[in-house]
């Protein structure tokens, strides 16, 4: 029995971050149906493992994959991202993959939230000079947010329109 390993790591592009929970899925490109080589969901390293065995794709005189894959949500059904226009042809019986996914297809802008809050944590939209606020960040609808940058009015501040 002939086994192949695809050991990989998925990133953000921009950041070089590690993307864990996501579902990825290892296929070896053909000329007519792409074969299923295996699946696997990334650590929180962002890392994932796939084994596949030479019978998962051989055809005809097929001894190696050619390896391309599709990256999707943690509910394994939302499409993120593709290699499939860089596949690895003639991958070798142990294969390292870094897949490096575009920010705007990971997080939809739109669903992007920016709140003002002042020193009692509330959410305001007018500040005086001198007076504190700090900006958070969120996906839209969800409670969680990063604290962006903690400010202090001054003079010299004007917001950008």
């Known amino acids: 029995m002939i086994i192949f390993r695809i050991k990989g790591i998925v990133r953000e592009k921009e950041s070089g971050v590690p993307l864990p929970g996501l579902f990825i899925k290892a296929f070896d490109k053909d000329l007519l149906f792409d074969d299923l080589l295996g699946s696997a969901v990334s650590n929180k390293h962002g890392e994932f493992d796939i084994v596949s065995e ?3 794709f051989r055809e005809f ?5 050619d390896i391309y894959f599709k990256v999707y949500r943690g509910d394994q ?3 993120v991202h593709t290699t499939e226009d860089a596949v690895r042809w003639n991958a070798g019986s142990i294969s390292e993959f870094e897949i490096r996914i575009p920010w705007e297809k ?3 802008p739109a669903r992007i939230e920016i709140m003002l809050t002042g020193d009692d944590s509330d959410h305001r939209d007018h500040f005086e000079m001198g ?7 969120g996906v839209y609808g969800q409670f ?4 962006l940058a903690s400010i202090l009015m001054a003079r010299s501040f004007s917001p950008v329109v």
């Open 54 to 56: 030479l019978t998962d």
């Open 61 to 65: 005189f097929e001894v190696r994959p």
């Open 77 to 79: 059904r939302t499409l």
């Open 106 to 108: 990971l997080h939809d």
């Open 131 to 137: 007076e504190s606020f700090t900006v958070r960040a």
């Open 144 to 147: 969680r947010h990063t604290i």
